[in-house]
Every structure is written in C-alpha cells, then in structure tokens.
C-alpha cells in the first residue's frame, strides 16, 4: 500500500484520539453543545481512516485482496460499534440525529437552551480594552439531585434504516466513551496491519 495512504490514515486516527480525548473531558459536562461538537469531529476522523484505507487498497494490487477478499472490510462494517459510529456519522451530517443524548437521572429534564454567543469590547477606566465572551448553556427542568451524562441513543441512515447503540455482554447499552476506545483500538490494528503492507 502506497506510504501517502497509510500516513494519511495516520494523520487521520491522531485527528480522532484527540477528539475522544476531549470527548472523555466533557463527558462528565454540561455543556452539551461542545460534546456534540467533538462527537461529530471524531465520527468523521473516525469514517475518514476506513475510508482512507479503502482507497489506498483499492489503488494497489497486491493489498487489494487483502482488503476485499480478506475479513479486514467486512468485520469493519459487521462490527456493531464500528457499524453504529459510522452510521451516527452519516445521520448526523445528512440529518438531525448525531447518536447521542443528554441522560439525566433523578432529575425531571425537559433539555437545554443556549444563549445566543456573543462578544463585547469595553474600555477600562485604565484606558485598556477587555473583551466579554458569552453564551451560556441553561439546562431546563428540575434539578434538586441529578446525575448527568451522554448516552447513544439510536440513529436512522437515508434508507431510513434503524441503527440501535451496541451494547455490552449483559445487553446494556454501550456509553459513548466505551464506544470511543474500543473503536479507536481497533482501528489502531488495522492502521498497524496496514502499515506492514506499505510500499513507497
């Protein structure tokens, strides 16, 4: 496989540890609309290493067998978690739904509002300028005694296919972070095993 495929597919899996990082920072958070944010950033660095991948096979005799004769497609696209993730990519760039929700226990949560942003420039009474940045996230319902955190929730794609979140051994869902590093070690093999097929 050419190096300018496997170093892209490279570039593109640091791009989704560093999303799945911030994504652990803010899966304890309230702010709901930069968990989103990272969520659909890591879906896509995510797509992109397969995609990447595919297309470095497909260009290259000796790899392409491997890649489409061989299990290497086929268990990236029956993996449930790999299947799921890829799908919430597609359904949130086509359409409304990112694969992921608020969940908020012992609370009656109703979701949330965001001002809107905005940036203000004042003079100081020492000359100098200082500039205000807002929009503050307002979580609407009661909430005396709460737990809060992100679940997946199911996603629909354009054929309108129902995806459910993969689960665990005990058939409880999967959180998004659990989703996030097992995806991410699993596609840190298959760039591995690809990198052993590199050629100039």
């Not at 992921?100 to 020492?126: E, I, K, L, W």
């Not at 629909?156 to 959180?175: A, Y």
Request: proline residues 6%.
């Amino acid at each position: 496989m050419k190096r300018v495929g496997i170093e892209k597919a490279e570039q593109r899996l640091s791009q989704a540890r560093k999303h799945g990082i911030r994504l652990s920072e803010l899966a304890q958070g309230l702010d709901v609309p930069a968990f989103e944010y990272e969520w659909f950033q890591f879906l896509s660095a995510l797509d992109s290493v397969f995609e990447v991948l595919c297309t470095t096979a497909r260009k290259d005799p000796t790899s392409k067998q491997w890649w489409f004769g061989g299990p290497e497609k086929e268990v990236t696209k029956q993996n449930p978690i790999l299947r799921f993730l890829h799908h919430a990519r597609g359904a949130d760039f086509h359409g409304l739904e990112c694969g992921t929700a608020p969940d908020v226990t012992g609370a009656d949560y109703q979701g949330y509002v965001q001002d809107p942003p905005f940036s203000m420039t004042f003079v100081g009474d020492d000359g100098e300028e200082f500039t205000m940045k807002g929009g503050a996230i307002h979580l609407l319902g009661n909430f005396e005694s709460f737990t809060f955190r992100y679940r997946l929730v199911p996603v629909t794609n354009q054929r309108s296919v129902v995806f459910d979140p993969p689960t665990r051994h005990d058939g409880t869902p999967l959180s998004p972070i659990e989703a996030v590093r097992s995806s991410l070690e699993y596609y840190a093999q298959l760039v591995s095993r690809a990198q052993q097929r590199m050629t100039l």
